[in-house]
Each structure stands twice: as C-alpha cells, then as structure tokens.
C-alpha cells in the first residue's frame, strides 16, 4: 500500500523578499512556498496607495523568480476566490488541500504577527501538523541582544550600543579605535541645502502598476495618498535594490551626510538613499549596504563623517530600535506619558495647510510615502508633539503613510523618538523646536503664509507659541530634564503676561487646527 509523501508549507511574508536565505538553496518537490495579499495586512491601519502596491507588486515578482528557479509556488491574490483574507485561516485551508504535515515560517518582525502566528501553532498540534520557526537571519542582532546588553542599566542609550556594534561587527574601525579617531561626526552632518551641489536624478526605475492598482480597488482596499500607478518607482527585487543601492553609493553618498538634515521645499530626495523599503522587506541585507559604504570612504569616494552617518543610521538605529521594540512589547504602542488626545488635523490626509514646511513635509508623504528623518521628526513629529496630537493617532498615521513603515521600525521612532509618549525610554528629551530650527535647515520660512519671528498675531508662525506652550503645559514633568533646562531658565525671565499671551495664542491655534 502506497503512502503519500510528507509536504511542507513554507509561509513567506511580504516583508521576507531575500532570495538568498537558506530555505531557497535547494529545489525539494514536497516543499510548497506560499505568499498571500491578505486584507488582513492591508486593513490594520489605512495604507497609503504606493505602499499597497510596492508590497503586493514586490511579492508576484518574487513568486516568479521562486517559479523561476525550479519552487513550487502557492500564490493567494488579493481578488483569489479561495482567499479567506486572513493569514492563518488561508494557512488552515492550504494545509487541508495540500495534506501538508509541516508549516515552516520565518520570524515576523511585527509583533502581532509574532502573536498570531505563535497562537495558531499551538493547535496545529492536534490536527497532526509540525510546525517550525526559523531565523530570517536579516539582521546582525538578536531581539533580545540590545536588552541583554543594557540590562541593569537604568538607561539605555543609543551611542553606546552603536559603539558596541561598531566593534563587535569591526565596522569603521582601525585596529581598537574608531576610523578618523572619533566614534560620530553628526556635528559635521547640519548644513542647510543651498541649491548647489544638485540633486541627483532620481536612479529608480518606473513600472506600470495600473492593472495591479485597479484589482486593489476591486477588491475594496482603502487607501489614502497617490498611488502613481503608471509609474511607480519603488524597486520589485533584488537586482532592481542593488541598481539603486549602487547609484545612491556613486551619486549621492558623498553629499549625504552635509545635507543629510537639510529641508528644502525645492526638491524631495537630495542626497537620500530611498533604500529603506528595500532592506526593511528584505531585499539587501543591512551589512552589505554598511560594506558598500565604508569602501566607498576606503577608496576615497565619500568623505568619512558622511560615511559615518550613513552607516550609524543602519548599523546604530535600525538595531537599536529594533531591540527597543521588541524590549517592550506588548503595550508600548498605547504610551500616552504626556496625556495628548488631540485628533489630526484634517490636513494630514490632504496636505493643504498655510504652513509652508508641513505642507512640504506631509504633501511629499502623501505623493511619495516617503519623507526624510528630519521632516518625520523635527517637521511633522515636531508639530504632533507641541499640538499635543494623540499618539496613538500619528502612530497609526506613520504606519500607514510610509513605504518603509513597519511596526518594529515605525513605533518606537514615532511613540518613542518622535513623540515623547513613552517618557524618555527611548529619546532622552522631546524633540520640539521653535520656528528657529526650521528656519535654519531650510528655505521654508521664506515666503510663507505665516511670519517666522513672530510669536502672537493672526500671522505667527504656530511653531513659536506652541513651543513655548508646550513647555509651560509639561513643566511638572520637563522642568528637571538636565537636557533642556536652558529653556525654562528663559521661561522664568518672561513677564506673567507675555507668558499669559502665550497661552492663549496656543489655546486659540488648537481650537482651529484644520484651518491652520
């Protein structure tokens, strides 16, 4: 009597695109690779167009290379009949038709994923079924590796854990000490763009996504933002991330760490990488986009504090935050230490307001689901925060607007970093500034609807009494911070009545927000 032969399904998530892991090093007949474009994922916040698109366009190119390559492949489109729009039940069905005695998947770097799928496992044992965790073995630390490394510390911080990982990875090192005899050149990285030297022309390749854009619109997938269907430009592949990672080393590395802060309403890009998207949904892994890097120093293509601050993005944060989440998590996405519950204006969604960096800032968000670090930071963030915007909301909101966006990454820059919201875990001040700061990277004040000087008037810049404000509303929590105590020391010069003028510009902008 003949038996049929044990199969396993092996799930892939669409942010786990490496053709070069493991899993697919040998062509097996009884191993099924299966990919699925679930409202699931879709539907847990509201995505922007482009990001929809690049992650559905990215896993049906990926499925034919797996095709390609000899794989059996189990795609589930989003408009599939078969399609239960969920991860688990798809998984449940397949099994089922497949006979399958084995599930394999790689570890989700979101948590909830994390979740579900460590849940679902535990019944797949009554019903006969193994199921097996392995490594996406994408990232140089473990999850845990940063809480190990500051345990017993009553603070982490994120120049010693880059130091640590500087070392530990032999990265921009000469012998023990650091290349250039000093561990961070950020000092060197704060000019504002003059215009020269030009932006790079954009070095990614355009697709016509519009019959996949119509079947996301079929299928009753909400979006928001522009999905520039007829020519997309996010990369597919692995080959496509390795042409831009090559043309971002060539033509913009050697710029990038001068204007890497820089603000500009005059161009959307300048000197940055766009690699974000690529290595956070696995195609190119962190250490060989830091090689590239440091060799182009070696050689003597990009000056090292550009090098130095490129790299500390990718080997020093991107770790680092990810460590940070997975440190805290369940709960850290629900912080409110500040207690902010204001909605977002409506013009998050439309970019039309009279202030001309946030129209900058969130009208590119919206055409390109992609803003740099200082604009999601020291722009939009910066506002969020002296508005007192719901946390939970602008989180939800960075979620969804941004190609690169994955919880791991997103939450802890945004609830962390961006908003304060978990206390000083993760940033050891908030990050707020006055129209002063703005003004200075960029070219925004000039010409804009409201006056930079100013802070009372129909015409003030809402950045000044907010900030001001902000200050004064959390001084019980902010007064004692070593790191901002010179703005209190300016606080207690100011007449009460100026500081009563103040209270009442930020009380009257926040009660017309949407109009601002």
């Known amino acids: 009597m003949s038996t049929l032969p044990s199969l396993t399904l092996r799930l892939i998530l669409g942010d786990q695109l490496n053709p070069h ?12 690779y299966v990919l699925m474009e679930v409202r699931q994922e879709t539907d847990y916040v509201r995505h922007h167009a482009q990001k929809v698109i690049a992650i559905f366009a990215a896993m049906r190119d990926f499925a034919e290379q797996l095709r390609a390559a000899g794989h059996r492949v189990r795609h589930v489109a989003i408009d599939s009949p078969s399609n239960r729009q969920s991860i688990t039940a798809n998984l449940d069905a397949l099994i089922a038709h497949y006979g399958a005695t084995t599930v394999q998947y790689q570890q989700p770097d979101e948590w909830r994923l994390d979740a579900q799928l460590a849940s679902w496992r535990e019944g797949l044992v ?13 990232f140089l630390t473990e999850r845990d590796e940063a809480q190990r490394l500051f345990e017993g510390r009553k603070q982490w911080l994120m120049e010693h854990f880059y130091r640590h990982m500087r070392r530990q990875h032999v990265v921009l090192m000469d012998g023990p000490q650091p290349a250039g005899g000093q561990w961070n050149f950020d000092h060197d990285n704060r000019q504002p ?31 928001f933002g522009s999905p520039q269907a007829e020519r997309f430009a996010w990369p597919l592949n692995r080959t496509e991330a390795l042409q831009h990672l090559g043309a971002f080393i060539t033509q913009a590395l050697p710029h990038f760490g001068d204007f890497q802060d820089a603000l500009t309403g005059k161009a959307w890009r300048l000197f940055h990488s766009l690699l974000s998207f690529a290595l956070n949904v696995k195609m190119l892994h962190p250490r060989e986009v830091i090689d590239r890097a440091e060799q182009a120093w070696r050689s003597g293509h990009a000056p090292l504090a550009a090098v130095e ?30 207690g902010h519950d204001r909605p977002l204006p409506d013009w998050f969604w439309t970019g039309r307001t009279n202030m001309a960096c946030m129209a900058q800032a969130v009208g590119q968000s919206l055409s390109q689901a992609y803003a740099h670090h200082i604009q999601r930071l020291m722009v939009i963030g910066n506002f969020a925060l002296l508005a007192g915007l719901d946390p939970q909301a602008v989180h939800r909101w960075y979620l969804g ?50 006056s930079k000087k100013e802070r009372l008037g129909e015409r003030a810049c809402p950045f000044n009494a907010l900030y001001w404000d902000f200050h004064l509303r959390h001084d019980a929590t902010l007064r004692r911070n070593p790191r901002i105590g010179m703005v209190y020391r300016q606080i207690d010069k100011m007449a009460p009545e100026a500081l009563t003028a103040i209270r009442d510009q930020a009380e009257a902008l926040c009660g017309r927000l949407d109009t601002l």
């Not at 962390?416 to 978990?422: E, I, P, V």
């Open 193 to 223: 763009w003059p215009g020269t030297p030009a932006e790079p022309p954009d070095w990614r390749t355009p697709h016509d996504h519009s019959a996949l854009w119509a079947t996301i619109e079929a299928a009753g997938v909400q979006t």
């Open 309 to 338: 601050g490129f790299i500390r993005q990718i080997l020093g944060w991107r770790e680092y935050v990810r460590g940070v989440y997975w440190a805290h998590m369940p709960g850290y996405d629900q912080h409110n230490a500040l």
């Open 21 to 32: 892991h493991p899993w697919f090093d040998t062509v097996r007949d009884d191993v099924v």
């Open 401 to 450: 607007v941004y190609i690169d966006a994955f919880e791991w990454v997103e939450l802890p820059n945004t609830v962390g970093m961006s908003q304060f919201a978990d206390g000083g875990l993760l940033a050891t001040k908030p990050y707020v500034s006055s129209a002063a700061y703005i003004d200075r990277m960029g070219d925004h004040c000039k010409g804009c609807h409201y």
């Open 126 to 138: 009554l019903q006969g079924v193994q199921a097996e965790v392995v490594s996406s073995l994408h």
